[in-house]
């Protein structure tokens, strides 16, 4: 797949568009930092009046025309000179990668050792880690108060100053998940004082779907906003399927090793042990996985605290740790071996993102005994994994009724000491399904109001079946618009400047700004041309709601052409233009099309 | 249109089905009152389980295969017997029918007067009016203490006593708009004690639609669940599309005189009269309309406190009269002529909806002083109308972010000593023209949560062109949930009853159960089958999120039958049990098809 071929963002098409004279509405450009090598890219929304409007831009080199993009090559190794100016990793062999990683029986003819290599074509590269075991996190630069290339890169994006991101790094409200083996990244920041991050989900499970399209949907995803990706891969080629998402991937991906762990033990939950747990946690943090979901809150004394809810265990991890720890009758190996896992994290900047394996699944099941007894223990846990410099972040519910949200996120940042929260939706109510983005997106903009740092989108396809390329489209919408609502309601400097363009461009008709501000230019630009269809109803000014006859943007325009700009103006010759309106004939519509 | 045409509702497709023997998941039912001309439409959703569901149905006639619905004809004048009985009100021959109430000029070829039976074909009817215009409306029989059979059927509606309905409608704090003249409708009630309410707006404007298709989208909305329909058209024919309407609609209908009005001064707002609009009001209030918006409120000195504002004035009606103050620079005709619309609409029982010509068309404009200045009008004029017994709600925006939602309502029941509130979204964004129906969906939410009654439903076609039937079916959805969410968090007794009736399908595998209860089966159904078509999967323990291998739902089934019911026996019978289970192979899932 370069970004010649078919599957190409349209905003490239639009760019090579550009290049051949047609116009356009944005284009790709950089904020260059105090180095040549950190430019922040950004989109630059060119408005019909002359102005622009600069918005933030998660897409990476596939809209950059002058990048020239191949899959088969990943992308180009941005942070790699920043990673090894450090001086504080080491090149090493890496763990073998084995058939079983892509869930391939010993038995069968693709078995046999295989190198990275063979599992990706792109440029040849040897997995990295701190040396002598050293912590290497963006978390222990930021308590030694270096301001790292990465850091000063997201104060760029989040128009901030770096010292802000390492206070906020440092005192572990905010996360900077960059694992050393992922030098493709684009810097980003996850925290409360920063905008609002989306999530999105892609991964192909044992019933569907193959490498190239969890590609496909991560470019896809980002194109319209996801800050961060999680592979969530359950079937096989698990490991070559996140290599080729790793390589190409502008965003920080996210996993949950578990899942490929219970591949490996033929999906026996009570035949995981710590082994091949840790195992896969090294062969992905090698990979260059940036955050992964642990679900080491899933305590043995908590299990049966879930017998009596309507929908009992509903996580995924969660219900495979619980199973394993009654089988077994003993306590998590996960919460037993937490320390030895923040060694092995510390070691890559790998960052946590503590599971809510015990999270509700119905309204019924919201704010429970079990889900909060969960909540204490990831209290515990962020303690320990400060204490490796592990940055960390903690994950939250689920379905919640609206009026149980805030506790949600109060007892959160109170039980650990406002780590940035990570939640799924909440789903505000169980009856729609089909439409569960919606139920879960009022939630998400709630929660993040009152301080989730990110959110995992949910698409209409939840509960239901799995999403194709157009759910990821609506669910990345979906959560980029609960996200920049609450960015508004949290007073986020210049979020609001954002709307105030596009309400400018509605207010003075401006249709082509409207469309190339919105969040989905495309489908904008579809329903307007769908009732009114006609290029010249692109610059009239009236819109098919009320036609051409009367239009009230239309009168109020007139208001203050008539009277003046400032009230005082208006008040003191109120009577006098009144007459001169009168006597002009009292037109207070242009009949354009009549 | 019969109910046996292309354009029936699913539904009643569903009950013929039924008929041939097929297994369908829901039948119309009745819930009979103290008189046998009382019976409450109900949706009996029939599980697989052997229970059923009772839930809130306003489809009307449409869905009961008893009933033979034609369009021609008209739905049976449910209401009828109740208002003779109350011996208040008379039959008179009404206004005549002017071309110019269609919009066709006296000198057009189509002129001439015509009477109702000319308009409508159906069964032939006279208007009717309170006797010496006494108030005949159900705030005046509340307050005499008397309970109407109106008050008896919304009482088993929302399953509460009669005599709460009677004491809010009393109080001002719900109406229950019905007016003499549309004896069609099956009673509702718009209060903050009662389920929240959705309306959908439909209507014909300059540039397209026809009269069949206004009424073909009215059956459609109360299909999805819209508990009110507002017509408003501005082309041609508007008389004649709402008698259609209004004969045909099972849920109240609400209007804007004022476009009507407008049409008849051939779009000039300056040229408009009181005689004009009153002349429209009782042209409507006689052809059944049940609620009316009116925009009292915007009065010569707070027009030039839209002047600084981003988008002005965004409301067609607060335009028309703002130009019509300034043009004249008087105070509005409607303020100054209010207590005469209080002693019309008394007379037929239409309930005012207070409009707000002055709400925020943008984020920017939120909660400013012309808005709120318009506010106190409509708290002013709220009064006034209880004086005449008049039922009267309160409209409100539109463009507001979530930390500014919460100031609108409460402010608005402190002034509107707690008058229902019927608000517009609001929209929480303005960065997402063709999602907007999730901005203000957010916004809906909230503020119902916060003690809205009646949300406006908005679609996605919101600022970009007029919504056809798919926008119309995912406005009423959307609001649905919206709707929901808020009882839920209201703790609005029996709303959780649905969602655990969900929940429990869910836990439980029982697919057609989900689909059968969902807000929308339709689309849930085909969504799943999407990615899992084989009719066996919709009885498998698995779904395609994690397919066959391991599933979460179905390891929690599994912890509650190995471990038994109650949490002691679990804690107290885990080391026993935990022997037994690895002695049975640790089966914790099934590989149904693996």
Not at 555 to 565: K, V
Request: include cysteine; hydrophobic fraction near 35%.
């Amino acid at each position: 797949m370069t970004n010649k071929d078919a599957r190409t963002p349209a905003s490239v098409q639009d760019e090579k568009s550009q290049e051949a004279g047609k116009s356009i509405g944005w284009h790709k450009a950089y904020v260059e930092g105090t180095r040549p090598d950190l430019r922040v890219p950004v989109r630059q929304v060119h408005l019909t009046n002359g102005q622009s409007v600069t918005l933030y831009d998660t897409s990476g080199p596939y809209t950059d025309p002058l990048v020239d993009t191949d899959v088969r090559r990943g992308l180009p190794p941005l942070r790699e000179n920043w990673i090894i100016a450090r001086g504080d990793t080491e090149e090493y062999a890496g763990r073998p990668v084995r058939p079983e990683d892509d869930g391939i029986k010993h038995t069968s003819p693709r078995g046999g050792l295989r190198n990275l290599d063979a599992v990706f074509p792109g440029r040849p590269r040897q997995p990295r880690r701190g040396r002598d075991g050293k912590a290497v996190t963006q978390l222990a630069y930021a308590r030694r108060g270096e301001i790292t290339p990465e850091m000063e890169f997201v104060a760029l994006r989040e128009n901030v100053s770096p010292e802000v991101v390492r206070e906020e790094i440092a005192a572990g409200r905010a996360v900077l998940p960059a694992n050393v083996n992922h030098p493709e990244i684009e810097p980003m920041i996850i925290g409360k004082r920063f905008l609002v991050k989306v999530n999105a989900n892609i991964g192909n499970s044992a019933v569907t779907s193959s490498i190239e399209e969890e590609v496909e949907k991560m470019t896809w995803a980002t194109r319209w906003g996801a800050d961060t990706v999680m592979d969530l891969s359950t079937g096989r080629n698990i490991h070559t399927t996140r290599e080729w998402v790793l390589r190409n991937s502008p965003v920080p991906i996210g996993t949950v090793p578990l899942y490929q762990a219970l591949e490996k033990v033929d999906g026996k939950a009570e035949e995981l042990t710590w082994e091949i747990y840790k195992d896969t946690v090294i062969e992905q943090a090698e990979q260059g996985v940036d955050y992964m979901t642990v679900h080491a809150g899933v305590r043995l004394p908590y299990v049966p605290l879930t017998a009596n809810r309507k929908t009992g265990i509903v996580s995924r991890g969660g219900s495979i740790m619980a199973a394993w720890c009654l089988a077994h009758h003993k306590e998590s190996f996960l919460y037993e071996n937490f320390e030895e896992l923040c060694e092995i994290l510390a070691a890559y900047d790998v960052t946590y993102s503590l599971g809510d394996g015990l999270r509700p699944g119905s309204i019924a099941d919201a704010n429970d005994e079990a889900q909060f007894a969960e909540l204490r223990t990831l209290g515990e846990l962020n303690r320990i994994a400060k204490r490796f410099h592990v940055q960390t972040m903690i994950e939250g519910p689920g379905h919640v009724p609206m009026h149980k949200i805030k506790e949600n996120i109060d007892l959160q940042q109170e039980i650990c000491d406002e780590a940035p929260f990570y939640t799924l939706g909440p789903l505000t109510t169980d009856v729609a399904p089909a439409y569960d983005h919606i139920t879960s997106g009022i939630g998400a903009a709630m929660i993040a109001w009152w301080g989730t740092a990110m959110l995992c989108y949910v698409t209409p396809k939840e509960h239901l079946g799995l999403p194709n390329r157009d759910d990821v489209k609506t669910g990345v919408i979906t959560y980029k618009i609960a996200a920049h609502a609450a960015d508004l309601a949290k007073g986020h400097p210049g979020a609001q400047e954002w709307d105030d363009a596009l309400s400018d461009a509605r207010f003075e008709f401006r249709w082509e700004d409207q469309f190339n501000l919105a969040l989905d230019p495309d489908t904008a630009r579809e329903f307007h041309d769908e009732t009114l269809p006609a290029e010249p109803a692109k610059t009239a000014h009236f819109c098919s709601m009320c036609g051409p006859k009367f239009c009230s943007m239309k009168i109020s325009q007139d208001i203050r052409r008539e009277h003046g700009g400032s009230r005082t103006e208006i008040e003191q010759g109120m009577a006098q233009k009144s007459k001169e309106f009168a006597a002009s004939g009292n037109r207070v519509y242009l009949p354009i099309a009549d």
